[in-house]
């Protein structure tokens, strides 16, 4: 079965970066898309950027284009999501999610706590 | 862009209907067949139950139902159960580097 394991919870400080991985397995890793998603406390899910582990191929929304960073790699099947510069209001459940067409997300990861404090 | 309107909440006796509302614009709902929908239960991660409008991925009951009407997609449960007591959110594709969500609907169930 398709299933995504996120890597354990986090505590960062302000102004340092966080890598996050995301290990797939139960589909041909390069036939989907991985989105990531993140939900902060008591909030809204917010789309967060987009890979294809085929091509490398990556799309950011602006809000993050300058600190988001997306990666793959094919031979461990796994995605990873590196955020720098981090705030306080970046604490936040970070998602990883298989993508369709049409960022349709059908498979999730469990997520991953980041929290963000001095 | 900006985030699709969902009301904050919904509530329904079991058994009764619940039709939850999700509104964008042209450049998103009202421009693609790709809206989903997601129910996702506290401490939990989000699950896919409509995918492009009103498409069931296997295994989510036939309860739920989905359709849109210009910029404004709809999701309806109907034969509310205490299970389906969760937040609901509405997304849509909206260009290549655009995907948006809604703001999120706590169902109720009475």
């Known amino acids: 079965q398709v299933q995504l394991v996120q890597s354990g919870a986090e505590v960062i400080k302000p102004g340092a970066s966080v890598k996050v991985s995301c290990k797939t397995s139960g589909y041909i890793f390069t036939n989907y898309g991985i989105s990531w998603v993140r939900q902060g406390p008591g909030q809204g899910l917010e789309w967060m950027g987009w890979?294809?582990?085929?091509?490398?191929?990556?799309n950011y929304p602006q809000k993050f284009q300058d600190r988001i960073t997306l990666t793959t790699d094919t031979v461990t099947t796994t995605a990873y999501m590196e955020l720098r510069s981090l705030r306080s209001d970046d604490t936040a459940v970070y998602y990883c999610?298989?993508?369709?067409?049409?960022?349709?997300?059908?498979?999730w990861g469990h997520g991953t706590l980041v929290a963000v404090s001095s | 862009q900006s985030a699709l309107t969902q009301p904050p909440s919904a509530s329904g006796s079991p058994g009764q209907s619940v039709t939850i509302s999700c509104t964008g614009t042209?450049?998103?709902?009202?421009?693609?067949?790709?809206v989903s929908w997601y129910q996702q239960y506290p401490g939990k991660a989000p699950k896919l139950i409509i995918y492009?409008?009103?498409q069931r991925p296997s295994g989510v009951p036939d309860r739920f139902s989905g359709s849109k009407s210009g910029n404004t997609a709809s999701l309806t449960v109907s034969g509310l159960q205490a299970e389906d007591e969760a937040d609901y959110y509405c997304?849509?594709?909206?260009?290549?580097?655009?995907?948006?969500f809604g703001t999120g609907t706590k169902v109720t169930v009475l």
């Open positions: 997304s849509s594709y909206a260009g290549p580097k655009s995907c948006v």
């Open positions: 890979i294809s582990p085929n091509s490398g191929d990556t």
């Open positions: 042209s450049s998103d709902v009202g421009g693609y067949n790709f």
């Open positions: 999610a298989r993508a369709m067409l049409g960022d349709t997300f059908d498979h």
């Open positions: 492009e409008v009103s």
